[in-house]
């Protein structure tokens, strides 16, 4: 008899994530795989589910105008009550930090199903930052009985917090979903699509976190324009979160920049594009410290701290937090210092090989005991 394996998400960072390993598991003979999203964001979700060919067994479409972390919190798990009585998975699957991610390991406790954690052991050890990210992720950590570590840094991290059993190193999924999404000609955003790339070095940026609403924020936006100003031959292209906060403050400090262009959200495969493209990514996002060191591009973080230490350490990203100054000096490094640059761009990414999902899946038949050994531990 095949094991039921169900995969929630429901943002669609989670799904650019989850998408190889969704299809990796429709692959295993012994696996009987489906799928349910909580549409935490409909809006950016149902864009990566077409890219896959995904279609969701089951849609909890909680997305609400103005919800709250504990509206989210609740209709997760509400939602998830009656998926799981009704589908009786024997494994729940859930990625990273999300509270979508946070919620569905609480259901799957509730109902005593075991839940297995996609990149576990990401830790800043700051409960604040990011929040809500760093404590969804350690509660993960406590309720999952499987826990699919992207490197041995995020395994110790586990370890170091006493969680040993069920912990195997994969590689992150996302380094997998880059062959589906990164590669090809043109974008699907008209907005991209009218933009002049010839001759222009991009600068790909994205700012949402909200531990960076305020003054932090303002001051990433200051050096932005400043370098955009300074460097004439640059192009900052900036898909602009659909927070109000954010879209305020990019558009107060941003607008009439003339190398500056603020669009809407992109699609997974056209944000890969575009970083494919890019000469330099600027982030406060998590997962792009992994998928633009996998396309060769250097990275500057916009938060005083990492949960993924291990590209710090590679030498593909550098920590410039939200300091006007400091974020100016290492763009002008970059972008001024050939040496410089070409060590970041060609350092070793340490996140994977494009054989997470395949890992995964060999970990999840191994431990219900439809194979004799356990996958190879992934080492860059």
């Known amino acids: ?54 279609r969701p067994d089951y849609d909890l479409n909680i997305m609400k105008s103005g919800q709250t972390l504990a509206d989210i ?10 998926v799981f009585a009704q589908a ?9 930090d999300t509270t979508t991610t946070f919620a569905a390991a609480l259901a799957a406790f509730y109902a005593k199903i075991n839940c297995g954690h996609v990149e576990a052991g990401l830790r800043t050890h700051d409960r604040w930052s990011p929040y809500p990210e760093e404590m969804n992720r350690q509660l993960v950590g ?22 040993t059993k069920g912990v195997f190193v994969t590689g992150n999924t996302v380094i997998d979903a880059l062959e589906y999404t990164a590669h090809g000609e ?22 949402h976190r909200r531990e960076n609403y305020g003054a932090p924020m303002e001051h990433i936006f200051a050096a932005v324009r400043r370098t955009a100003i300074e460097n004439p031959d640059v192009l900052v292209v900036y898909p602009v979160h659909m927070s109000p906060v954010v879209r305020g403050a990019a558009h107060k400090c941003l607008d009439g920049v003339q190398n500056i262009a603020l669009i809407e959200p992109l699609s997974a ?56 100054e400091k974020i100016v000096s290492l763009a002008r490094e970059l972008l001024c ?44």
């Open 1 to 54: 008899m095949a094991i039921k394996v169900m995969s929630v998400f429901g943002t669609r960072p989670e799904a650019i994530k989850m998408a190889p390993l969704v299809l990796e598991l429709s692959r295993r003979g012994g696996i009987e795989s489906s799928v349910c999203v909580t549409a935490q964001h409909r809006e950016m979700l149902d864009g990566v589910l077409g890219v896959f060919g995904i």
């Open 186 to 207: 043109g974008f699907e955003s008209p907005e991209l699509n009218a933009l002049d790339f010839s001759g222009r070095r991009v600068i790909t940026l994205t700012c």
């Open 269 to 324: 495969v056209d944000m890969h594009r575009l970083m494919a493209r890019s000469y330099i990514v600027m982030t406060d996002s998590g997962g792009l410290q992994e998928e633009a060191p996998a396309l060769g591009k250097p990275v500057l973080v916009l938060r005083g701290e990492t949960e993924r230490p291990e590209a710090v350490e590679a030498g593909t990203v550098e920590i410039a937090g939200t300091s006007e």
């Open 337 to 380: 210092n050939r040496a410089v640059y070409e060590r970041m761009a060609h350092a070793v990414n340490p996140y994977g090989d494009g054989q997470a999902s395949r890992r995964i899946a060999d970990a999840i038949e191994y431990a219900f005991k439809l194979r004799g050994e356990a996958p190879e531990a992934f080492s860059p």
């Open 73 to 82: 919190t609740s209709r997760v798990l509400e939602g998830l009550s009656g």
């Open 142 to 163: 406590r309720l999952a009985s499987m826990h699919f570590a992207p490197t041995a840094h995020n395994a110790e991290n586990l370890a170091r917090e006493g969680i």
């Open 88 to 96: 009786r998975p024997d494994l729940v699957l859930v990625h990273g």
